[in-house]
């Protein structure tokens, strides 16, 4: 059965330091997504992306963040400058349809020290 | 802005009782609404969705969620709870349009022997 993937796992840096998180969506997906989950808390929606252009981005994703699909299969979030705050589970997703079902991946542990 | 709210943030069950979990929902205009199951170190996955057909909808699992509109709900039930269901449940909710999903703060059920 496809799957939403994601690497690393576990992502450990230090403050101010850029990272890169990437997602591998489901093969004839059009939509995506990240969200993510602080320790304790809800989820979050923090960016879309259709056809090679952000949809929408909730106000977390400010000016540090930033998403690329740079080859047609890798869907990837960059923090340019990483804070103790942006500690949290990356969660990507896709869709297929306009009306479809988002489908998660594992998520990739962020760790800020 | 479309928000949920799902009271509780732990329930406990014992094996074969039932399982309720309560989602009340803010919408401007018709909801589709979704139950999500995380469990431990996994992404999230899609139990069952409404999206204004039936009012009973049925997911995997054996759960299923009443969609009230009078009372703005989307319970998520199960008649018998096994140790397998102990995960944490998340409602989310999203417009009819571009469907960014909004979640609630979660609920963990405990299920014990």
């Known amino acids: 059965e496809p799957e939403v993937t994601q690497t690393p796992s576990h992502q450990v840096t230090q403050m101010g330091q850029e990272v890169i998180l990437r997602c591998v969506p489901i093969?004839?997906?059009?939509?995506f997504y990240w969200y993510r989950q602080i320790l304790g808390q809800k989820v979050e929606f923090l960016v879309s992306f259709y056809n090679n252009e952000i949809s929408e981005k909730s106000e977390i994703f400010d000016d540090q963040f930033s998403v690329e699909r740079p080859d047609g299969s890798n869907f990837t979030l960059k923090i340019r400058s990483t804070k103790l705050e942006d500690s949290a589970m990356y969660f990507c997703?896709?869709?297929?349809?306009?009306?479809?079902?988002?489908?998660f991946g594992p998520g990739t542990r962020l760790t800020v020290l | 802005a479309q928000s949920v709210t799902q009271l509780g943030s732990h329930v406990s069950v014992s094996e074969g009782a039932l399982v309720l979990l309560r989602c009340n929902y803010s919408s401007s205009v018709p909801p589709y609404l979704f139950w999500y199951v995380q469990y431990p170190n996994q992404g999230l996955q899609l139990l069952l969705k409404y999206t204004s057909a039936a009012t009973l909808v049925k997911g995997i699992n054996g759960f299923e969620a009443e969609f009230k509109k009078s009372e703005t709900s989307f319970h998520l039930t199960k008649p018998s709870a096994h140790m397998s269901d102990a995960a944490e449940y998340f409602c989310a909710v999203s417009e009819t349009g571009f469907q960014k999903l909004v979640f609630g703060t979660g609920t963990r059920l405990l299920v014990s022997p």
């Open positions: 997703a896709s869709r297929r349809d306009f009306d479809g079902e988002q489908f």
């Open positions: 093969s004839n997906h059009l939509y």
